[in-house]
Structures are given as structure tokens and as C-alpha cells.
């Protein structure tokens, strides 16, 4: 027998517990078994090439060292194995609960954002209402719905139209926001688009083609005050659009309303009711408004002040009923015979006053004469009485007779008295009554 078969096989023998630990690590306990298996095979068959009594005994303890380490790596591989059995599935479990926390933060970042955006929505709308509230006129509420509109319902490519202030078929652009050539950007287009696809103004619509909008009235109960046109951002939803728009249409329609009430109400306030004329607040502010003209341009403007002679007389003796009726004519007819340029307007009473711009001496003289003749030439007829009235002018110019509009207006009424007190029915300039 070769003496290095022995050793060879101890060798091997004396080595396997520390390959069964590698090959088994760290839960493969029946590689532990194998190898101990394997070990036996090799420790029985050893017996065959062992010839001395010592030799057997050597062989004895590595196989008992073999076998017995196989056994006990498989037992520690397999005991250890449970442990890392529970801690993968406590690792398991905690990647789980980590997966659940990251849904739960995911959703509340979802709610958050949500919540975030309802709540400038919200502001937004608050911020609407409130200004809407605030404004006065269409120039002061143009830009307060232009950002609500970006703000609230989203978009940033609209069209608001108002509607006039008596007729509501009748609209006019408020807000046009980058439209460029679409239809939106004018209203004649999307009149025309209507009635090609027979669509009713008063009902909400989603148009496709040729363009992706939306469009909707801005209704005050049943009456349309103004309409909404929108584009559809790309991958927006125009049902959602539409919702919006709606809800912000109900929070204009009654701002609309109101604004043209208020607009109305401010006209008329501006207007006498009986001659039609503006009134003394709208000529003294037209006087304000002409001084800086002229001081700016350095250029002129002349101020008439026309008293219809004896009318407290025509009252007393014809009734104030007939005296309304010569007012009313004497309006008419006075601004008839001035420029469209020039601005008439009831002074208090019986009074007219006209702001002619940019006049001078002998065109004024001129216009003032035809003033007279043509009040002069209307009758009046009472019954089976026909009654003509006249009428005395007072001319004083801005800067020639007065550095301010109230010394003006003082100086054209010292000339309208001095007219008066020298017979009636005739106009004087204040600068021949100086000289």
C-alpha cells in the first residue's frame, strides 16, 4: 500500500467539518448531512488500506471527527437557519410597512396638494367676489377678473364680453387674453359659430373643431350679462373646464349686473331728466379738464352762459308744465346750433352753459348769434296763443378774462347781466363791457 493514501484520506477526513460549515453557510443544513455522508463513506473504506492496529485507532478518531463535525455543522447551520428565517421575515415585514408608510406620505402628499390648490381656488374666488364687490366701474373690475380667471378656473387663453348696457344681445370685449386669430377673440366670429352649428348663446358648449375650447354665458337669473370663452389646455378635460367656468360665472353674473345698474344710475346722475343736457357737477368738470388742455397746449377755450329771458314770467302766467316744454326745446335747440365738439349742458334753472374749445373771438360772436336767432325763431303754441321766447349770452374766454374755470364762469355771468340790464335777447362779450 502507498503510505500517502493514508494520509491523504485523514487529511480529507481531518478538513470536512470546515468545508461541510463553508459549503452549508448559511442555510444549507443537508449540504452539512452530504458531506457528513460522504465523510462516512470515506472513513469505512479507509478501513481497507489500514494494516497496524495504530493506524486503525487514528482512523477511528478522524472518522468519529468527521462524521460528528458534518453532523453538528448541519445541526448549527439549521438551528441558525431559523433565526435568519425570522429575520428575513421581520425585514419582510418591515420593507412592508415601510411600503405602507410611503403610500400613506404619497397619498398625503396627493391630499396636501389637493387641498393646497382648493385652497387657492378658494382664495382665489374670495379674492373675486370681494373685488368684484369693491369695483365701481369696468375699468376698475378688468384686471381683478382677468387674474381670478388664471387663478380659479385655470386658464390663461379667454375671452370675457359684457353685455351693453341696454340690450344684451348686444356684447362688447371686457378681457381678451392671448387668443390671437381664434374665434374667441372676437365676437362677431363667435356669434357666427353659433349660428353655423345652431347653438343656443344661452346654454354652456364645448367646441372640438377647429379649435379645443370651451364657451358659456355669464347669466344674472335670466338675463344674460356677458360671455365666457376659453381655450382647453392640451390633455385638459373640458367637462372639468366647464364646471369651473360655471361656478365662476355664477359669482360675475350678479357683479355684472350690478356694475351696469351702478353704470346706469351714474349716467342719469349725469344727465338732467328733463333736457336730456348734462348736469352743472359734468360742465364744472369739463371746465377742470379743459383749463389743463389749454394750459398744456397753450391754447384757449371760450364759456357761454345762456339765461332764457322772462321765464319766471312764462311760468307764472303759462304754468310750469309749459315752462318744461320751453326748457326742453331751448335745449335741443341750442345744441343744434353749436359743434359737435362743443359741450352744452344745463347750468341751474334756466341756464345753459357751453364750453366751445379751441374758439376764437369772431367765431364765437358768430356762434352766438345763431344761438340767439335760432331760439328766437322757435314758437310755442298755447291754445289758440302763439309764444316765442328769446334768450341772452354772456362770452368770457379762458386765459383772456381768467386764469381758473371759476373766474371764467364769473366773468361770462357778469357779461350774461350786463346783456340783460341792456335790453335782452342779444349776447355780450365781457371784454367789450371793460373796455
Known amino acids: 500500500m502507498n503510505p500517502l493514501h493514508p494520509l491523504l484520506l485523514g487529511a480529507f477526513l481531518a478538513s ?138 385655470g386658464v390663461d387663453e379667454f375671452a370675457l364680453y359684457v353685455s351693453d348696457l341696454r340690450s344684451e344681445n348686444s356684447l362688447h370685449p371686457l378681457v381678451t387674453r392671448r387668443l390671437g386669430n381664434s374665434i374667441g377673440a372676437n365676437w362677431k366670429a363667435i356669434e357666427r359659430y353659433l349660428q353655423a352649428n345652431k347653438i343656443g348663446m344661452n346654454v354652456p358648449h364645448v367646441m372640438a373643431d377647429p379649435e379645443s375650447a370651451v364657451m358659456l354665458p355669464i347669466r344674472e337669473g335670466q338675463e344674460v350679462m356677458g360671455f365666457f370663452f376659453a381655450h382647453v389646455a392640451p390633455g385638459g378635460d373640458p367637462q372639468a373646464l366647464v364646471q369651473k367656468a360655471l361656478s365662476f360665472a355664477d359669482q360675475t353674473g350678479f357683479a355684472f349686473r350690478r356694475l351696469k345698474l351702478f353704470q346706469e344710475v351714474e349716467r ?86 357751453i364750453v366751445a374749445p379751441r374758439a376764437d373771438h369772431v367765431g364765437v360772436l358768430r356762434k352766438a348769434e345763431a344761438v340767439r336767432a335760432n331760439v328766437e325763431k322757435e314758437t310755442f303754441t298755447l291754445g289758440m296763443e302763439t309764444i316765442h321766447v328769446t334768450v341772452s349770452l354772456g362770452i368770457a374766454h379762458f386765459p383772456r378774462d381768467g386764469s381758473t374755470p371759476e373766474e371764467v364762469i364769473h366773468q361770462a355771468d357778469n357779461a350774461l347781466y350786463h346783456a340783460k340790464e341792456t335790453g335782452r335777447n342779444r349776447f355780450v362779450d365781457i371784454a367789450t363791457v371793460r373796455k
Open 16 to 153: 470536512t467539518p470546515g468545508i461541510s460549515f463553508w459549503i452549508a453557510w448559511p442555510r444549507r443544513w443537508w449540504a452539512a448531512l452530504a458531506v457528513a455522508a460522504g465523510s462516512a463513506a470515506v472513513w469505512g473504506s479507509g478501513f481497507v488500506l489500514l494494516t497496524s492496529a495504530h493506524q486503525r485507532q487514528t482512523w477511528i478518531g478522524l472518522g468519529l471527527w468527521a462524521i460528528v463535525g458534518g453532523l453538528y455543522t448541519a445541526y448549527v447551520i439549521g438551528r441558525n437557519g431559523g433565526e435568519y428565517d425570522l429575520i428575513d421575515e421581520m425585514l419582510e415585514e418591515r420593507e412592508a410597512k415601510r411600503g405602507a408608510l410611503e403610500k400613506i406620505v404619497g397619498e398625503a402628499k396627493v391630499r396636501g396638494a389637493k387641498t393646497e390648490a382648493e385652497q387657492r381656488e378658494v382664495l382665489a374666488l374670495y379674492g373675486l367676489v370681494k373685488g368684484l364687490s369693491e369695483a365701481l366701474n369696468w375699468d376698475e373690475i378688468r384686471p381683478k377678473l382677468e387674474a381670478a380667471v388664471q387663478q380659479f378656473v
Open 268 to 353: 342719469l346722475s349725469q344727465v338732467d331728466g328733463l333736457t336730456g343736457l348734462a348736469r352743472r357737477g359734468v360742465l364744472d368738470q369739463k371746465m377742470k379738464e379743459e383749463t389743463v388742455r389749454a394750459k398744456t397746449f397753450k391754447t384757449s377755450y371760450c364759456f357761454m352762459l345762456l339765461d332764457i329771458d322772462h321765464f319766471k314770467k312764462f311760468n307764472d302766467t303759462y304754468g310750469h308744465q309749459f315752462g318744461d316744454v320751453v326748457l326742453k326745446r331751448v335745449a335741443e335747440v341750442v345744441k343744434a346750433s353749436v359743434y359737435e365738439t362743443d359741450f352744452v349742458a344745463r347750468y341751474g334753472g334756466e341756464e345753459f352753459g
